[in-house]
């Protein structure tokens, strides 16, 4: 069973900043694709980015230009910087992990208010 660990989640005000962090129990070498989900209250949990064992990373239209995701090998660990936050990106985040199964973390809270 593969855990995934996030954290950085938190309290922003509009135009801030935010990191999270996603550090599986395994190697993140092992896994094809790694990401970012949210679900925001009464709504279906979406793709926020993702990217491949090879490093070529997809965003979600909402999100291009604001956030990055990235990998670091060396520290077993995928982030998602997120900057110029709106307050239509709270949400809980979800950090994703896929081989031929599919992970999920247990989510952290980001809330973007005044």
């Known amino acids: 069973q593969v855990q995934l660990v996030e954290s950085g989640g938190g309290l922003v005000q509009p135009g801030g900043s935010l990191r999270l962090s996603c550090v599986p129990s395994?190697?993140?070498?092992?896994?094809?694709?790694m990401g970012w989900y949210r679900q925001a209250p009464g709504k279906e949990r979406e793709l926020v980015a993702v990217?491949?064992?090879?490093?070529?990373?997809n965003y979600a239209d909402s999100v291009k230009g604001r956030f990055t995701i990235s990998r670091d090998n060396a520290k077993n660990t995928v982030y998602l910087q997120m900057n110029n936050l709106k307050p239509e990106d709270t949400a809980v985040y979800f950090c994703?992990?896929?081989?031929?199964?599919?992970?999920w973390g247990q989510g952290t809270q980001v809330t973007v208010s005044s």
């Open positions: 994703n992990a896929r081989t031929l199964l599919v992970y």
């Open positions: 990217i491949t064992s090879g490093g070529n990373a």
């Open positions: 395994r190697s993140i070498s092992a896994f094809y694709t």
